[in-house]
């Protein structure tokens, strides 16, 4: 189980703009965002990224290199690249079921008569100090409620503003 104020596991995976996102590479003035979501058959993911991709200056301009990530196969996600507007939201796939394992994410299997992949994980929201220390994590079995957007910025606002610390470090 990941422990805020630790280190979290390297993430390296290709991205749809034909480049690698290596997480211990990132060099952001606050955190790296990752936003695991489940995979381009899933609709609400849908309406999560073009927000998110919507709002991406407010998260840059907080210093928060913003990456969504999933295990989609690479022509899973060139159709999530092409089709959904998620604008400069850079987009990795090809996670393993043992990465996704590693990072604590719940684990589905295709519904029978569905178009979702044989295996893909569930949602996920993490933020990551410079460091590769986890400050935040938010992890869920179903695709249901993500965390807002707004309310997520203004907690950015608050950790930099006050110095507030990763809470739960205990676990």
């Not at 990224?49 to 690479?74: I, P």
């Not at 460091?131 to 309310?151: C, H, N």
Request: one cysteine or more; proline letters at 8%.
């Amino acid at each position: 189980m990941l422990t805020p104020a630790r280190k979290v596991p390297n993430l390296d995976l290709p991205l749809t703009n034909g480049t690698r996102f290596e997480l211990e590479k990132q060099a952001p003035d606050a955190f790296t965002m990752l936003v695991f979501y489940r995979g381009s058959h899933c609709p609400i993911c849908k309406n999560y990224l073009e927000e998110l991709g919507g709002r991406l200056q407010d998260f840059v301009e907080r210093g928060v290199n913003v990456f969504a990530v999933c295990m989609d196969d690479q022509d899973r996600a060139m159709l999530v690249d092409e089709e959904w507007d998620t604008h400069n939201l850079p987009l990795a796939y090809g996670m393993d079921e043992e990465t996704a394992r590693s990072w604590g994410l719940y684990i589905s299997s295709a519904r029978e008569g569905s178009d979702e992949p044989e295996r893909f994980s569930e949602p996920g929201l993490f933020l990551i100090r410079p460091d590769m220390e986890l400050f935040f994590a938010q992890k869920q079995s179903a695709p249901f409620t993500r965390p807002p957007l707004g309310q997520l910025l203004d907690g950015i606002d608050f950790v930099k503003d006050k110095n507030y610390p990763a809470r739960g470090d205990l676990t």
